[in-house]
């Protein structure tokens, strides 16, 4: 059976994205904690998530650092590129070690800022593994429907706090030689 490395935001949209996922393959979770920058609100949801839907196991990775090191030297517009970034190289190395087949996220196309077909690219580019996103096509009342169905609605409602340390108007449209730059000087500031 293949394997899944799923992570799992606490939102509404990745234990819907993990819960059509799991119907065929054996799906693990992974979220990535910003305590203190943020309360752990979104990891005890997170949590729950994947004890009811079954997300076996489930391991919290904490990023607050590389996140605030991103908002501090790289430019702002790219925080959200850089941010999946990281949390896809985080994934993919969790994926080798539990010997998964992919990583799987519940984006879909153009929800948020990071989630352009421009963005989705400079994203994908920083692993090797495959990356699943059943959602990719769904509108928002679709997922709500199916997390209403599956009972991970009630846990995931609740505020968001991925973008706390966030740009107020990001890039939409980042290229990769850009991308690229900006984690140089993250690399040059360690």
Same mark, same amino acid.
């Given at each position: 059976?293949?394997?899944?490395?799923? +992570?799992?935001? #606490?939102?509404?949209?990745?234990?819907?994205?993990?819960?059509?996922?799991?119907?065929?393959?054996?799906? *693990?979770?992974?979220?990535?904690? *910003?305590?203190?920058? @943020?309360?752990? &609100?979104?990891?005890?949801?997170?949590?729950?998530?994947?004890?009811?839907?079954?997300?076996?196991?489930?391991?919290?990775?904490?990023?607050?650092?590389?996140?605030?090191?991103?908002?501090?030297? !790289?430019?702002?517009?790219?925080?959200?590129? +850089? *941010?999946?970034?990281?949390?896809?190289?985080?994934?993919?190395?969790?994926?080798? &070690?539990? #010997?998964?087949?992919?990583? %799987?996220?519940? &984006? =879909?196309?153009?929800?948020? =800022? =990071?989630? @352009?077909?421009?963005?989705? %690219?400079?994203?994908?580019?920083?692993? &090797? /593994?495959?990356?699943?996103?059943?959602?990719?096509?769904?509108?928002?009342?679709?997922?709500?429907?199916?997390?209403?169905?599956?009972?991970?609605?009630? /846990?995931?409602?609740?505020?968001?706090? !991925?973008?706390?340390?966030?740009?107020?108007?990001?890039? @939409?449209?980042?290229?990769?030689?850009?991308?690229?730059?900006?984690?140089?000087?993250?690399?040059?500031?360690?």
């Amino acid at each position: 059976m293949e394997k899944v490395m799923l +992570l799992l935001s #606490g939102g509404i949209d990745s234990p819907v994205a993990g819960w059509l996922l799991g119907k065929e393959r054996e799906v *693990m979770a992974v979220h990535f904690s *910003m305590e203190p920058l @943020t309360d752990n &609100e979104p990891e005890e949801k997170s949590r729950k998530l994947a004890e009811n839907l079954g997300f076996k196991p489930f391991v919290v990775e904490n990023i607050a650092k590389e996140l605030k090191d991103i908002a501090e030297k !790289c430019n702002r517009r790219f925080y959200f590129v +850089l *941010m999946k970034r990281e949390m896809f190289r985080r994934a993919e190395r969790l994926a080798k &070690e539990q #010997g998964c087949d992919f990583i %799987a996220t519940g &984006e =879909s196309l153009g929800q948020v =800022s =990071s989630q @352009t077909l421009e963005n989705l %690219a400079a994203i994908d580019a920083a692993v &090797e /593994i495959p990356v699943l996103r059943p959602l990719i096509g769904m509108d928002k009342q679709d997922i709500v429907r199916i997390a209403e169905k599956v009972g991970s609605f009630q /846990i995931s409602c609740g505020k968001e706090v !991925c973008d706390v340390l966030g740009p107020e108007k990001p890039a @939409t449209r980042a290229r990769l030689d850009d991308i690229l730059e900006q984690e140089q000087l993250l690399k040059k500031a360690l």
